[in-house]
């Protein structure tokens, strides 16, 4: 694999800040042509280093007023599965197989505390897990998820 240099990370950099600059605005920023440009973003995408370019919407305006981080334990051999589980709900924004006292942590958000529950429900109803413990997300401190 080719190593990043300054203009890669620099590229990133504004992506991540504004996944909507075009290859214009990028050359005009750092002061290379558009060809330039052009050229390395398709390199970052093409090494795997750019997964894809998203919108972060805002969950509260979207009416998802519920949101929290969700821990368990999973049993054994159901890892698989659940992972499945997970991707099938829209509602899990993040998850991560974790060590320590818990096996998987999520972050979620739901419309209000019923859809919570329900798929709370759901989960457990996978028999995939034998507990869960859920945090109530009060208030976002920061919400920034830039590697740059």
Known sequence: M???DE?????????QKDCRANF???SKELGKSVTTVAYRLNR?????????CTAI???KKL???YSAIIMGRIKPGK???LSKFFEDHEEVQLAFAITGQYDFCLYA???DESAYFKFIEDLHKTECVTETTTFYIVKKMKEDIRVL
């Open 2 to 4: 080719k190593k990043l």
């Open 7 to 15: 203009l890669d990370f620099k590229i990133l950099s504004i992506l």
């Open 24 to 26: 214009v605005t990028i």
């Open 44 to 52: 970052l995408f093409k090494m795997g280093i750019i997964k894809k």
């Open 57 to 59: 919407a805002d969950a």
């Open 63 to 65: 009416n998802l007023n």
């Open 79 to 81: 890892f698989a599965e």
């Open 109 to 111: 958000a739901f419309k």
